[in-house]
């Protein structure tokens, strides 16, 4: 019944989310105040700018111009530096098999990602041509959870919203696929992706037979 896949990256496809967390919590420590696990769990899927808005909001600063858009760079800098290295053995486990799976049997699969970084990290796994379309936090005027990514990423594929499937691992991720009216698949805690049609811990957890079940060519 459904034709195409949208995967989104960080938390995904690779496990950046962890390196997100800890970039954006040295920043905050240097402010002089923490995040928690919990709060971190609001950022995932976050645009760069929405996060450090949210961050700085919990720490009660005000920050100029100026220093906002520094602050986004040293995060950026900080981030790449704990990503760089990155290769096709970084892909999360199970992830290889699926897309595997969906390129021999033709189902296309396209990125849908708040990441401004999506290309490069995509281009590091190895698995960047295998995508029909990609995504990413340059296309898009509107953060996750509006569904502007995903529906950029269905007319990319040409395939209708209602026939997409959505690969998520964040709350505003799950809540975007929603309003695009695409089916969601939230890979993680069942209590944080309770809104999600399918939840799986992980990648190892899906098997092949469920997503032959949903999809058909
Ligand atoms: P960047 P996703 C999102 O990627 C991350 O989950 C989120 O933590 C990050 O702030 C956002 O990308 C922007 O990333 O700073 O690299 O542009 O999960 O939508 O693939
Ligand atoms: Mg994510």
Redesign the pocket.
Known sequence: EYRGIIF??????VD??KF??LA?RKLANDLGFDISLEQNEQ??????V??LEQILGWGDKTVSKPDFEAL?VT??ED?LARISGMSEEDLLPGVKKVLDFLTENGIPFS????????RP?LKSLNIYDRFAAIV??NDVQK??PDPE?FLIASEKLSIKPEKCIVF???V??IEAARRAKMLSVGIGEQEVLKDADHIFADFTQIEIDFIKKIVTK
């Open positions: 989104d990256l960080d938390g995904v496809i950046t989310a997100h967390y954006w950022l995932k899927g976050v645009s760069r929405h996060s986004m995060k950026n981030y990125l849908g990602s708040a990441s401004k970084n999506a990290i990413d936090g953060a996750k990514v998520e691992d964040s505003a991720g």
